[in-house]
Every structure is written in C-alpha cells, then in structure tokens.
C-alpha cells in the first residue's frame, strides 16, 4: 500500500449534505458511450477529487456539471443530475444560468484577452453590474478570494495575458469567483503550471472550499490526497468501452483501505 | 579526412560517425536557395518596375501645372486641358466609403455566422457561395448591377440610377468575400480556450461573440476591412458600368460620379499630351493609396503583436 503524505482532515464542523446528486448517468459522444453507470452525491463545500488514467471520462463528466458538453454536437446525457435538488437536465433548464452557479477552471489558463480588470468584471457585467463602485470592490473582493490581489493591485489596467500561467490560473480563479458560483469545477487546474503556483492553488482551494463546492480532476494521485475530502475513481477497463466510477469514499479510505482492486492497483501505480 | 593522421586529441573528430554533407547535395541546396531569393526578387522587382514606370510617365504633371493645380483642381476636363483630379478623389471616397459601410457589416457578419454559428452542414454550403463571390468577374457584376439594380436605385433616387450608390452596392457585393473571410480567419486563430471560458462564465452566443471573440479578433478584422478597402479602391470594371462616370463632384447620391480607376480605363484609349501624363500621374496616386493602405495593416498587427 502506497504512503501518502495526506493531510487528509475531518470536517467536523457541521454534516454536510448533498449537494449534487447523480443517478445512473450515462454519457454519449454521438454512438460512443463514454460513460455508464454513475451513481454519485458530492457534497456541499469541501473538495471532492476525481482520479483515474487518461481518457476515463472524469472530464467529461465534470463538464456535465455546468453542462458545458451541450457545445459539443452530438452528446447525449441519460440519468438525472440534480444540483441543490433540482434536475440540471430537465426540459427547460437555462444552461447559461447554470453555468452562472457553477464555475469551471481550465486546464490552461484562459484569461480573456483584456485588462486584469475587465478579466474579473467580465461576469458581473453579463448579470448587469454597470457601476463602477460596485465593480471596483467586486474586482477587489474576487482578486483578493484568489490570492492575487497584493500582485496585481497595482497593474489592474495591463492584460491579462503578460501575467505568469501561475497567476493567470488565479486570475481564471478570481473571475469565476466574482460570480459568486457556489460550485467550482476544477479540470486539472495545475497540469500546466509551474510547481510553486500549484502550492499557491492548493492553498486557495483549501480557504475556498468552506464556502464553496469544489469538485477536481487531477492526473496527480498525490495531489487529490492533499487536497480533497472525498475521492473518485474512473476506470475505462477496456478501450470502445465506456467509463465507469469504479469507487467513490472518503479520500483516506481511497487512498489506505480501497474496497475495490482496481483502485488499488491504480493508487499503488500499478497501471494508468 | 579518415586517413589524415590523428594529431589532436579530440575524439569527436576521430571517431565521428555523423555523414559529411556530400558536395552535389550542397549544390543542390544553394541552388534551390538562390531559386526561391530569384521568386522573391522577381515580385519586388515587377513591383519597383511598374512604380518606376508610371512615376517617370506621370512627373511632368507635378511639373506643369503642378502638384497642387493636379490634386485639388476642381475641373477635369480633357477639351480645356484642365486636369484637377479632386472631383475624381472625391468619387472614389465616396464609392469606397459606401461600399465599406454596407459592406463590411455584412462580411463581418457573415463570417461570425461562419464561425461561430452554422452547423458544419450549413457552413459547407455557405462558405464555399461566399468564396465564390469572389470568383465571379467583374464585369458579371456591373452587368448586373447596370441591368437589374440601376433600374431600382433610379426609382429610388430619380434621375438615371447610374451613381455612387449603384456603384457602392455593388462594390459592397464584391468586397464580402474578401474581409468575410480574412474576419473567419481571424476568429478562428482566437485561442480556443478563451471561448470555452465564455460560455463557462455564463454568456450566452451572442455575449461571447460581441465581448469577447470580435475584442479578441479585433485587429485581423480591422486589417480584413482595410485589405476590402483596397479592393475597393482599385475596382474598375464594375464602377465604369455603374457609376456614370462624369467627372463632377458629389452631387448626391443618384448623380454621376467618376473615380480615378475608372477615369483612367476610359480616357487612356485616345489621351495624349498632357491628359495622359495626368492619367499616369492618377496611376500614381493610386499606387500610392494602395501602399499606404498595405502599410496600414503592418502598423496596426505590429502595434497589437507588442502591446
């Protein structure tokens, strides 16, 4: 059994009820169904972190979360996914206005191109924000959440761009929480950022999640332990198959005593 | 080389199993290096030469009645040996302006339907109708508007129909395709990232569009609407048909107009003396605008490239 450095806590503080819940969800690429199966409740606040080998569908299953596959032609979602209780896939439901509530960092950092400023107004401008107190202090608020605040106080005007892919990764951070999303989607935020910038993410993931639902998908076994609170494991056991979550517990239990075998052989480095 | 006697101590030189670079192969890559400098030449060269060309034609103009008398002379007239070319500048502003105000809205447009919007099916018909726009002669397209669209602009606006706005509707049909597609071009080299956080962010197709993919494409549009410009500019054919050619000012937007290019392409067939040194010296000008306009783009891309 691998040994890992987890500072894995227990959130005693208060219970902590489902905040998303998942029922038997199946994914198609168009005839290719990428995933089967999925039966999962991720809890309000805290960090749950999805695990597993390349092309097993963790990402494509977070981007079911804000309905971000809708742009993709030809995708189709059966089960339910209910976020707060209410079905995200039921007719009728306005994708944009849950991509509102749930915000999504990408792998690589996408600042828009434009001021550090209007990266961060960008969302509270679409929900009609116009006066420019009232952004100011969001700007403020949001980049300060992210731990970027102190850098960049001073060059708000510049781009975005000629910052770090550190600090552009916070910028991301701080424009989606100007929003004020109550979930965050992380898809493997630190893969293309240089090792002191992934400290400075891991840190803020750990102050945001007392407020916020943050779900992760990270290739770095070591990092879903020190970060997260629950775990997933995604396996696709045989390439034209689809994906299934092969287990899901509390990230300790994940990583010490996995039920399954395949977990197992995974976190032990057997494969993937 | 193997059988020079080994003096030095550096291995790389003894043991070198690397394959020296064989004589006829360097030949063979100079020579083609020298053939593709000879193209290159070759174009700035033809370039230089009509440059030189209509220069030294054109020069007695600034001479005899002058740059100014040749620039802002009011009157052109051939039978009075008057050849102020304002009233032909003038012309083709207005014609190009127009035909930019109608035109570049709808090649911008159609390119953000291009890309952002039509289903691959759709844009498989589409695009190749716009590129084809493109391919039509110009003479397809004075001949239509002299046939079907003169008759309705003269309804419009009295008079004959033959006019800038004619000339203008037209030229706008035939700048579409080049700005609609230097604009798709454009947006498609925006990072793709940025439009997937868009969207991520909550906006909707059209937010994304208007605030984040044409800021993010700003410059190429502007240098797509710049490079229709020119085209503009120097589109003959289709103007001769329509515009009426009088060499009058603006006098509205049903009158007749002349513009330089098509001035030219009228008088040149019998000018001589001085009237012809006009007409190079008009070619000249022209020249000029279309470099000028060339330039443009490079500032605005290199100004973008650093800021």
């Known amino acids: 059994m691998m040994h890992v450095s987890a500072d894995v806590r227990e959130d005693t503080t208060r219970p902590r009820a489902d905040k998303i819940s998942v029922k038997d969800l199946d994914f198609y690429y168009g005839d290719f169904q990428a995933l089967t199966g999925i039966t999962v409740g991720i809890k309000e606040r805290g960090v749950t972190a999805f695990i597993g080998p390349s092309g097993c569908g963790k990402s494509t299953f977070l981007r079911c979360f804000n309905r971000m596959n809708d742009l993709i032609p030809g995708t189709k979602v059966d089960g339910t996914i209910l976020v707060d209780g209410e079905d995200i896939y039921a007719p009728g439901v306005d994708p944009v206005d849950l991509r509102r509530r749930v915000g999504m960092i990408f792998q690589q950092p996408n600042p828009f191109p434009m001021s550090i400023y209007d990266n961060v107004a960008f969302g509270p401008r679409l929900h009609g924000v116009t006066k420019k107190p009232e952004l100011d202090e969001i700007v403020e608020r949001s980049l300060e959440r992210a731990n970027l605040w102190k850098e960049v106080k001073e060059i708000l005007p510049r781009g975005g761009l000629t910052l770090s892919g550190g600090q552009q990764q916070r910028l991301c951070i701080a424009r989606v929480l100007a929003v004020e999303p109550d979930i965050m989607l992380m898809d493997e935020p630190c893969s293309a950022i240089d090792p002191t910038s992934v400290q400075k993410i891991e840190d803020l993931m750990d102050e945001l999640k007392d407020r916020i639902t943050i779900i992760i998908v990270t290739h770095n076994m070591q990092q879903a332990a020190r970060v997260s609170d629950e775990t997933a494991f995604f396996l696709q056991e045989k390439t034209g198959q689809p994906a299934e979550m092969v287990e899901f517990g509390r990230t300790a239990e994940i990583f010490t005593s996995p039920k399954d075998r395949r977990t197992e052989d995974y976190i032990t480095g057997r494969f993937g | ?275 012809r040194t006009a007409l190079f010296g008009m070619a000249v000008i022209l020249f000029l605008i279309s470099m000028g306009l060339v330039a443009l783009v490079r500032v605005i891309s290199n100004r973008k490239k650093e800021g």
């Not at chain 2, 003269?154 to 004959?160: I, S």
């Not at chain 2, 006098?251 to 030219?264: A, H, K, M, N, R």
Request: charge should be neutral; aromatic fraction near 8%; glycine fraction near 10%.
């Open chain 2, 1 to 275: 080389m193997a059988d020079e006697p080994m003096t030095t101590s550096t291995p790389s030189e003894s043991k070198s199993t690397l394959k020296l670079m064989s004589k006829s192969m360097y030949a063979k890559e100079a020579a083609l290096r020298n053939l593709f400098l000879l193209c290159a030449t070759a174009a700035v060269a033809g370039v230089a030469l009509i440059f030189l060309f209509v220069g030294v034609r054109g020069w007695p103009i600034i001479q005899d009645p002058g740059l100014g008398a040749f620039l802002f002379g009011k009157v052109w007239s051939s039978s009075t040996d008057q050849f102020g070319i304002l009233p032909l500048v003038t012309g083709t502003l207005v014609i190009t302006i127009g035909a930019l105000l109608l035109g570049a809205p709808l090649a911008v447009g159609t390119a953000v339907f291009l890309s952002e919007i039509a289903s691959p099916r759709v844009r498989s018909v589409v695009r190749p109708a716009v590129e084809l726009l493109a391919g039509v002669p110009s003479v397809v397209y004075g001949f239509f508007g002299l046939i079907i669209l003169r008759p309705i602009i003269a309804n419009l606006t009295g008079g004959l129909g033959f006019g800038p706005l004619t000339a203008a509707i037209i030229l706008a049909v035939m700048i579409v395709p080049t700005i609609a597609t230097l604009t798709e071009d454009a947006l498609g080299s925006v990072v793709p990232g940025i439009r997937e956080a868009s969207y991520a962010m909550g906006a909707t197709t059209w937010q994304t569009i208007y605030k984040v993919l044409l800021p993010a494409a700003s410059v190429g549009i502007i240098d797509a609407i710049i490079l229709g410009m020119g085209r503009a500019v120097g589109e003959t054919m289709a103007v001769v048909m329509v515009a009426g050619n009088a060499p009058q000012f603006f006098q509205g937007l049903g009158e007749p107009v002349s513009t330089l290019t098509s001035q030219i392409v009228i008088d040149m067939s019998y000018a001589s003396g001085t009237h």
